[in-house]
T-cell receptor
């Protein structure tokens, strides 16, 4: 069965802390792994990863994929209260057509 | 640039009433379209996807249905809502035709069935 598992489910940190969010997956015909940030409504895109070992970086956020061990991590350094959100990991794969399955998300709360 | 519109933003419906949620995409042609549902505190569950007009695939058996009457229009429907249909519904699109793109989401519909 195709699945995506995220950990931890929730996390509370203080401003300035560094956090690491985990995503492991089991799918056939892997295409890419994506990270999204969901604050109140629609998830917004953060990163798409297709190759192992190549770090994607955007400001204080970075992510890397390990296709051998089937996982990805999302790092956030020097966290701010605006980073508080649910972070979703999704895996795109081919099964007849192109599909995306999502993990349950990690709820991050950053305290001032 | 591409945009996706989804409405209504919120909906409160009695059990047994019909449902119609609409989603349209602008600025692209022949997109793959998706309907997801997110229960409170849960991840996104894929309900339906479509690769073209009239082509609908269902992921989860339920009392919901989907239709794609035009290339960039995707509709989620029900004849009779159940309490368990409550949730946050998201429409999404990606560029089709084999391109390895990402999923873009509409703003979502919060559905409460009472």
């Amino acid at each position: 069965e195709d699945k995506v598992v995220q950990s931890p489910l929730s996390l509370v940190v203080h401003e300035g802390d560094t956090v690491t969010l985990n995503c492991s997956y089991e799918v056939t015909n892997f295409r890419s792994l994506l990270w999204y940030k969901q604050e109140k409504k629609a998830p917004t895109f953060l990163f798409m990863l297709t190759s192992s070992g190549i770090e994607k970086k955007s400001g204080r956020l970075s992510s890397i994929l390990d296709k051998k061990e089937l996982f990805s991590i999302l790092n956030i350094t020097a966290t701010q209260t605006g980073d508080s959100a649910v972070y979703l990991c999704a895996v795109a794969f081919t099964s007849g057509t192109y599909k995306y399955i999502f993990g349950t998300g990690t709820r991050l709360k950053v305290l001032a | 640039s591409q945009t996706i519109h989804q409405w209504p933003a919120t909906l409160v419906q009695p059990v047994g009433s019909p449902l119609s949620l609409e989603c349209t995409v602008e600025g692209t042609s022949n997109p793959n379209l998706y309907w997801y549902r997110q229960a409170a505190g849960r991840g996104l569950q894929l309900l339906f996807y479509s690769v073209g007009i009239g082509q609908i695939s269902s992921e989860v058996p339920q009392n919901l249905s989907a239709s794609r009457p035009q290339d960039r229009q995707f509709i989620l429907s029900s004849k009779k809502l159940l309490l368990s249909d409550s949730g946050f519904y998201l429409c999404a699109w990606e560029a089709g035709q084999g391109r390895n793109e990402k999923l873009f989401f509409g703003s979502g519909t919060q559905l409460s069935v009472l």
